[in-house]
């Protein structure tokens, strides 16, 4: 079984999408979970403000052991001991915050802190992040993901979060993103299965020949 920076290495080579299911309720997660993974997606994180968010992860990484699940809103370092306590791999934050990133790896989680600078995003890789959510992506343009690329270590994984859609995400691709968290365009409360999964589809379609 591959560890939990496997999976995100594996994820990104295979394909770089990371599901936000913000406000998913729990009973609804293995449903949501299945028309994923289905699809080949293996990248999912229940931010922690959702409705009983750690029971969601510990449904999902049970039942989908070969994908990457965990929480997005992490923002103390008691939040990414609860998500690893529910067999939680991944930590995702809107925020950088040094103790967080610290807590994630000495639990040996893979952990994308939250950054928008040049000073943010160093200062993240020097704690040990993973890689470097770049949000809101909708403030940070494929010219920023260009000039940011230019400047940091050449294997940093820069994921923009925040506004991306399938018409978008070829342009930050030959920018120098190396995947892309995508929330409320593939989930939100009330999207059914069979819906989630469709525009999982649609993300691959838009993803796959860049890719």
């Known amino acids: 079984m591959m560890n939990a920076h496997e999976k995100f290495e594996t994820a990104l080579n295979h394909m770089p999408l990371v599901a936000i299911l913000r406000g998913l309720p729990a ?38 052991p070969k994908a990457l699940i965990g929480a997005g809103t992490v923002i103390t370092p008691a939040d990414v001991r609860n998500v690893h306590a529910a067999g939680g791999q991944l930590i995702v934050s809107p925020n950088f915050n040094p103790m967080v990133v610290r807590e994630a790896v000495r639990l040996g989680l893979v952990c994308l802190p939250g950054v928008m600078t040049a000073t943010e995003a160093f200062a993240a890789l020097e704690t040990g992040a993973t890689g470097l959510k770049l949000f809101p992506a909708e403030m940070i343009s494929p010219a ?19 506004g991306i859609t399938p ?26 299965a069979a819906e989630v999964q469709a525009s999982a589809m649609n993300f691959i379609a838009a993803c796959r020949g860049p890719c």
């Open 27 to 64: 009973q609804e997660a293995l449903a949501v979970g299945e028309a994923l993974t289905s699809t080949g997606w293996t990248l999912i994180e229940v931010p922690l403000n959702s409705p009983d968010p750690l029971t969601s992860i510990a449904a999902l990484a049970s039942n989908f």
């Open 144 to 162: 920023v993901v260009r000039a940011l690329r230019a400047v940091l270590p050449a294997d940093t994984r820069l994921l923009p979060v925040g």
């Open 167 to 192: 018409e978008n995400i070829s342009s930050y691709l030959k920018a120098g993103a190396s995947g892309f968290g995508i929330g409320s365009a593939l989930y939100k409360p009330g999207t059914t």
